[in-house]
């Protein structure tokens, strides 16, 4: 990674800290103060850092989280967050009017500073930290914005005993201190002036920003925050101009979209994208945490896609093979195939009820499973590259029967975690063979298991190893791995590829068809994965047009972390070695944990909310979505919790989004007849037409490398803007004097107006349901539903809206209460 900044700049020395914290070294190349670095950006912008080449990030805030989340050091909590919202905007305002002056030898008014500072002080309370008991990016960052303050004028501290005593620690600290001397130069507050006086001083622009402290609020003050402030934003006039002129023009030149005609097939003139969500077990309802992690983010993706134009095929089903589904059926008194016909429903109705829209949702118990699987193997035979082994295998005689690696548990020979899996550790991700396990133990009788021999199949991985290092090197610097699945397959390999066993001693799977293994069946994961281009055989027979053309289509592949080994290894080398040219993954997403509470999901000790759950509550899917994508867990565990879901519905939806949304459509009607006025818009209003466009095209960029919780934040930034601008121009008071002030109420107006139709757009990934309503209250057509980045009026003048209603409901605490005792699980 690359540093571009100019010398003494003293927003490089947030980047330094947090890469002397993450034990990164990074290269730094001085620049001139007035160098455009970036190429696509018209206006200078430092310190900016190169993470790949022709990849840069330009906020110094994103580039510290960036870097600490590298290796795992920052932190999820929503506060951190706040703070540096807070930080870039309200001290930064203050402190960009004030260092100038300090540092150029005029008289410094330091007054309005005080407040930040005040709050700053009140907020520590005598806390080694900002942000609960441990260093976080809030600490860095705030730190290095106030390093100028405190290094020219330390008299502005002298009233904040906290303030002053946790800067004075920090700087004591080895990463604090040695970033500082990089950035000074050993010369002193003096080698900040000249990069201090080249900064452009900040124009006040109405944005809006997240409630700025949640310290010392009741949750009562915290839904009803309306989070609308005049902060500091800055944008040149070209910016101005070119989203002016784009979001009065642009309509004339938008696309239209383009019709989606079942069966999908891939087309030469379009970018043909094909996404797959892990294979859920098929004898099990599904927790919040599995949706989240696998169809719910797909399904965001592919969406996202849909609206971007793209053509677009998404594919899931259930993985119905395996001892799980034989263990279930004896617990049960059915067959396999009555279980795994009982559990496809259910899992069917999860998944329509979430809104997640597959284009096709499958099952692995079908005959294109057994015949794709079968071809697979017998090109793996014709290659060479299965070997034949004799394998110790555990069996438990009381259950007389070979106990699949699912069901041995016992204590990882590894990390001595004591409740390992026979396949797999979860606690040091290490693949174990269950003969190796301490203590072994049945999972159905809990009763010790004994070792047998018996001849396997296996696949040779470390013949593989070289072909498949080659596509990984390709695969992983082109394509987006997020960085747990970079690190887990990197894991893999450096520890050096083994022959993988792909046979098992059970009935219900797809059978082997080499003598004499016919009594033996395909072990789970060497089989699940090829349910993905079986399961599009299900869907149409020109299946191999989607997994036989790598030139042509770019495979996404959705799952949680666990899952990785299987689908960057396992199956990619189960393809490398058939002799055909297969689709390999391109991208491959893997989230965290999602947890519950202070605990795991459990369906045995009932803990947690599962799919059918969900639905019980009776709060809307679109609900469900949008909280488990705004905590996604997508470089560290998160955890549902209650009180948080309760916040999130009612002061991001119901008192932000919802609130805009309803006002300007409300006023509309009440006002206007419903019918969209000229736009005779005013420099204030194009000032927010490129703060939304920057907004959107963050957005755009984010899910483009499909970053799907940040994207979330950029729509709600978007009706913050909105009800910013409300506040600031205030039509209500327009409306009643004169005919020009009663036009320029309308003008606000409908520009909102198109503002929610953009929203409903931007939300049709995540709140499918609620786009869709945003859309008939607006009576928009379906024309609006691409997007290009470009925000472009929707809605002209002359157009008639639908009714409007409020789009969300108050969720009250008493309720979230009930439902967090009824899902807390069962007493000891």
């Known amino acids: 990674m690359k540093l571009f900044t100019d010398k003494g700049n003293q927003h490089s020395l947030k980047i330094l800290v947090a890469a002397e914290l993450a034990g990164i070294s990074l290269e730094i190349e001085h620049v001139d103060s007035a160098a455009i670095v970036v190429p696509f950006l018209k206006r200078n912008v430092l310190p900016v850092l190169e993470v790949e080449t022709n990849e840069y990030l330009f906020s110094a805030n994103a580039i510290t989280r960036y870097i600490l989340a590298t290796v795992g050091k920052d932190s999820e909590d929503i506060t951190v967050s706040t703070w540096l919202e807070w930080e870039s905007t309200d001290l930064q305002a203050a402190l960009s009017s004030y260092l100038p002056v300090l540092y150029g030898g005029g008289k410094a008014d330091s007054q309005k500073l005080q407040p930040h500072l005040s709050k700053l002080d009140n907020s520590l309370g005598g806390a080694q930290f900002i942000v609960q008991d441990q260093l976080s990016a809030a600490d860095v960052c705030l730190f290095a914005a106030l390093y100028p303050l405190y290094a020219n004028s330390k008299s502005c501290f002298e009233n904040f005993s906290n303030l002053n005593a946790w800067f004075t620690k920090l700087h004591a600290e080895p990463p604090f201190g040695a970033s500082v001397a990089k950035v000074t130069e050993g010369k002193g507050s003096s080698s900040l002036k000249a990069s201090i006086l080249a900064q452009p001083l900040v124009n006040t622009l109405p944005v809006a920003r997240s409630v700025s402290n949640e310290k010392g609020k009741s949750s009562k003050d915290k839904e009803n925050s309306t989070t609308e402030e005049v902060v500091a934003k800055e944008f040149s006039l070209e910016e101005v101009r ?45 927790h919040l945490g599995n949706i989240v992690g696998c169809v719910l983010s797909a399904d965001v993706f592919s969406r996202f896609c849909r609206i971007r134009n793209y053509n677009v095929l998404y594919i899931c089903g259930t993985d119905e093979y395996g001892t799980a589904t034989e263990t279930k059926a004896l617990e049960e008194g059915l067959t396999p195939q009555q279980i795994c016909d009982k559990y496809f429903k259910l899992h069917d109705h999860v998944y329509r009820w979430f809104n997640i829209d597959c284009d096709h949702f499958g099952r692995t118990t079908t005959p294109q499973q057994t015949k794709i699987a079968q071809d697979i193997f017998w090109g793996l035979h014709k290659e060479k590259h299965l070997l034949e082994q004799k394998v110790e295998q555990l069996k438990c005689e009381d259950c007389d029967r070979f106990l699949a690696d699912r069901f041995v548990e016992g204590t990882c020979p590894l990390c001595n975690y004591d409740d390992a899996r026979g396949d797999q550790c979860d606690k040091c991700g290490k693949l174990i063979n269950a003969t190796d396990l301490k203590n072994p133990r049945c999972k159905i009788c809990n009763r010790t298991p004994v070792v047998k021999s018996s001849d396997h199949l296996f696949l040779d991985l470390p013949r593989l190893e070289s072909r498949l290092q080659s596509f990984l090197d390709k695969s992983t610097t082109e394509g987006d791995w997020t960085s747990n699945a970079k690190m887990i397959t990197s894991s893999w390999i450096r520890d050096g590829l083994k022959p993988r066993c792909i046979t098992r001693d059970l009935k219900w799977g797809t059978p082997v068809p080499l003598e004499p293994y016919t009594d033996k069946v395909f072990y789970v994961w060497f089989d699940a994965p090829i349910g993905y281009p079986s399961i599009t055989a299900n869907y149409t027979p020109d299946w191999e047009k989607w997994w036989k053309n790598p030139d042509e289509v770019q495979l996404y592949q959705f799952m949680a972390k666990d899952n990785v080994p299987f689908h960057s290894v396992v199956f990619p080398c189960s393809l490398l070695g ?251």
């Open 578 to 828: 058939c002799g055909e040219k297969w689709t390999l993954v391109n991208h491959l997403i893997a989230t965290e944990y999602l947890n519950y509470e202070d605990s795991k999901f459990s369906k045995s000790r009932g803990v947690g909310v599962f799919g059918n759950h969900a639905e019980q509550t009776g709060i809307p899917a679109d609900i469900w979505r949008f909280y488990l994508l705004f905590i996604r867990p997508e470089s560290q565990d998160s955890y549902f919790n209650w009180d948080d879901f309760v916040l999130k519905n009612n002061s991001e939806l119901l008192n932000n989004l919802g609130n805009f949304i309803n006002r300007g459509l409300m006023f509309l009607e009440k006002n206007f007849g419903g019918l969209v006025q000229e736009l005779k818009l005013e420099q204030l209003d194009c000032q927010l037409l490129a703060a939304v466009s920057q907004e959107l095209k963050q957005y755009v960029s984010l899910l483009e490398k499909v970053r799907i919780k940040e994207a979330l934040r950029h729509v709600l930034n978007i009706s913050r803007l909105g009800n910013q601008h409300i506040q600031v121009t205030q039509p209500w008071v327009l409306v009643k004097g004169s005919p020009e002030e009663k036009s320029r109420a309308g003008t606000v107006t409908s520009l909102c107006v198109n503002i929610s139709c953009l929203l409903s757009v931007m939300l049709h990934p995540y709140m499918p349901d609620t786009s869709k309503t945003i859309q008939e209250q607006l009576n928009a057509s379906a024309d609006v539903n691409v997007l290009t980045g470009d925000f472009v009026c929707y809605l002209e003048p002359g157009h008639k809206i639908g009714t409007p209603k409020p789009l969300f409901a108050k969720i009250e605490q008493a309720q979230a209460d009930q439902l967090r005792n009824q899902y807390a699980g069962k007493n000891d």
């Open 242 to 286: 070119a989203a002016k002129e784009t979001f009065l023009t642009g309509k004339k030149v938008a696309p239209k979209p383009v019709q989606r005609n079942h069966p999908l097939l891939p087309r030469k003139d379009a970018k043909n994208v094909l996404i797959t969500s892990a294979l859920p077990y098929v004898n099990n309802i599904p």
